[in-house]
Each structure stands twice: as C-alpha cells, then as structure tokens.
C-alpha cells in the first residue's frame, strides 16, 4: 500500500487520447471523469442509461446504453471505434446500489421463497464483464496498446454490509487480479476504489448525514485519469478518501506482498502457470460445447 498525491501535470499525457466511458457518464464520478478527460485534451465518446447534462450534452459524443445489454454495449463500442478510428482507454464505470442483503424471506404465491433480486450483480458486474471483453478486443486493434479502468469501491477491499453490492465490488477488483498479468492481455487493467463521495447514488440526507466524509466526485475523476496517463500503472487499485489517495495492491504492505508473505515457501508463479494451461484448457473444451448444437444445425440443414 503507497500513498500517492495526483498534481494536475500528471494528467496531461491524457491529451489527444481516445477514451470511451461506458455507461455511468451522465452523472457523480463519471461525470465529473468526462469534465477532467475534456480539460486535459481527451477525446471522449460517453454513455449512459439518460443523457449527459449541458454543457457536455452538446460537445461530448454520446450514445444511450442499457450495460446490461451485449448490444447495446456492442453498438457503442463499434460507433467509438468509427467516430475516432482506434479506442485508447475504457473507463467502466456503471453501477447501482444494493437491491437484496439474501436475508429477505419473500415467497411466491405458493409459499416457495422467491430467488435473490439481481439488478445489482447483472449492472455492476455482469455489465463491467461484458465492457472489459469489448474494451480489451477494441483496445488490441490499437497498435500502440491502451488500458481499461473500473471503477470498484471502498467495498472492493473492506467489510461493508451492503450484501450484493460489496460482492460485485470485490468482483471488480478480481477482474484486475485475474487479467493484469494475463500473457494474452496486451493492455494495461486498473481499479479504482473510492470511499463516500458526492454524486446520486448517495440519497442527499445521507451526503448530510455524512458531512466531510464524502468528498468530491472529481477526486475519484483524478485517479481515473492518472491509471490511464501513467503508463506504468498495471493492476492497480488506487482507493480515495476526502480527497487522499493510496494504492492498495502493491507495495510493502500491499495485497500482493502480504501474500507473498503468507506462502513464503510455495512456487506462486510456477503454480499459477499450470493453472493457467488447465483453465485455457476448459475454457477452450467449453467453448467446443457451446458451438456444438450450432454446428448439429447446420448439418441437419445440410
Ligand atoms: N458515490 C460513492 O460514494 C461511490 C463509492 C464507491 C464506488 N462508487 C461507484 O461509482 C460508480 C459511479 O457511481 P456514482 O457514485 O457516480 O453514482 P451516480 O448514480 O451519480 O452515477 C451512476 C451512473 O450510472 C448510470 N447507470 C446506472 N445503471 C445503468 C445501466 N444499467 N446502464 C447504463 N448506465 C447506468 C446512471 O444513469 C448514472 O449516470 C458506480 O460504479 C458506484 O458503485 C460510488
């Protein structure tokens, strides 16, 4: 874990560079993203359930997405990819707040308890999945490489009782974890992961409640920008708090150095490698299973 403070040269190399915000651009931290990318010279092609608010609705390239929709998703990156001609960085922002706690005894009409409600987990998880595999096909076009960053949360790396949406949260930053070294990956995979701050998915009595807690969406904008200018930041999680910032994923106390510690005697690396050759195994068998009844049609037609 390192404390880093993001000065506004250090968002400079944005310039010129093509960023697309897939969904959660209308409002709270995409926004406020949209706004920092414009002021240091990006190129921005937003999207979002509702339409951008002015000025950025007349200036800022826009097409409505539903995240949860493939297509939807699919549409928007092919209308990117023509409007500017390559995709430098992804910004997978979209997410909603807690919809079950798995504690509710609802039933059905015949007394069979009813299953979870999952709104959050097809929005904030479902929905960023589907963006990271179009963000990395589109981002392997460019020649000259990009990155991705989602955007996890405070609950991506603490305890927080809010059932379905610390799960997806924590999700997120298994997203970075599991692709960041990928071989195949060609591209670079950041998080960030903010604590309380200002935008709608805080009811305002709560924002009030909260008081100097909750900082201001353009915090978290700024630790957006900075993962995709530094070139260097792969596999991050850059968490921010009233205003301070810390990366937790590496470092001496970070995550990867705690485990390190942990299995001090084990061949992590060597381990991981096997893994690695048996899961692209069953990814691939699976993959032969899922074309296999299209495969069946097309000779019975024949
Ligand atoms: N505000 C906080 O305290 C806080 C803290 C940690 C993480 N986050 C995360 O920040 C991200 C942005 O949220 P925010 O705080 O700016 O809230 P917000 O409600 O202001 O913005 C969320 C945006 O996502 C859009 N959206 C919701 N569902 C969508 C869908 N199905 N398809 C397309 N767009 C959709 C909304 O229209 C909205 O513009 C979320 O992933 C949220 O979980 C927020």
Redesign the pocket.
């Known amino acids: 874990m390192t404390s880093i403070t993001i000065t506004d040269s250090d968002l400079d190399g944005i310039k010129d560079q093509v960023i697309i915000v897939t ?9 406020a993203t949209v706004k920092r990318l414009l002021q240091h010279g990006a190129k921005v092609f937003a ?4 339409p951008l608010p002015e000025p950025e609705n007349s200036t800022v390239p826009f097409k409505k ?4 929709s493939w297509s939807d998703q699919l549409e928007f990156f092919k209308a990117a990819k023509e409007k500017y001609g390559r995709i430098d960085h992804v910004f997978a ?4 707040t807690a919809n079950t706690m798995l504690l509710e005894d609802d039933v059905d009409e015949n007394g069979n308890l009813l299953p979870p409600n999952m709104k959050t987990v097809n ?2 998880l479902i ?1 960023i999945m589907y963006t990271v595999k179009l963000g990395i096909h589109y981002i392997r076009q460019n020649p000259k490489g990009g990155s991705l960053v989602l ?5 991506s790396i603490c305890r927080f009782a809010a059932v379905d ?1 610390a799960t997806t ?1 924590h999700g997120i930053l298994g997203l970075v974890r599991a692709l960041y070294k990928h071989p195949q990956l060609a591209l670079r995979i950041n998080a960030v ?10 009811p305002p009595e709560f924002v009030a409640a909260l008081g100097e807690v ?1 900082q201001p ?1 353009d915090v ?1 904008a700024r630790s957006v920008v900075l993962l995709m200018a530094d070139e260097k930041r792969n596999g991050e999680c850059v968490y921010s708090e009233r205003g301070r910032f810390w990366e937790v994923e590496n470092g001496e106390n970070g995550f990867h150095q705690k485990v390190k510690d942990m299995m001090p005697e084990a061949n992590v690396e060597g381990l991981l490698e096997i893994a690695e050759k048996v899961i692209q195994a069953s990814v691939a068998a699976a993959a032969v299973a899922a074309a296999a009844p299209a495969a069946e049609k097309l000779e019975a037609k024949q």
Do not use: E, R
């Open positions: 969904a959660g651009a209308s409002s709270g931290i995409g926004l999207s979002d359930l509702n997405v539903d995240v949860t922002n979209a997410g909603i929005v904030n929905g955007t996890g949360s405070a609950s949406y949260k992961a903010p604590s309380w701050t200002a935008s709608n998915i805080l909750v969406a978290v």
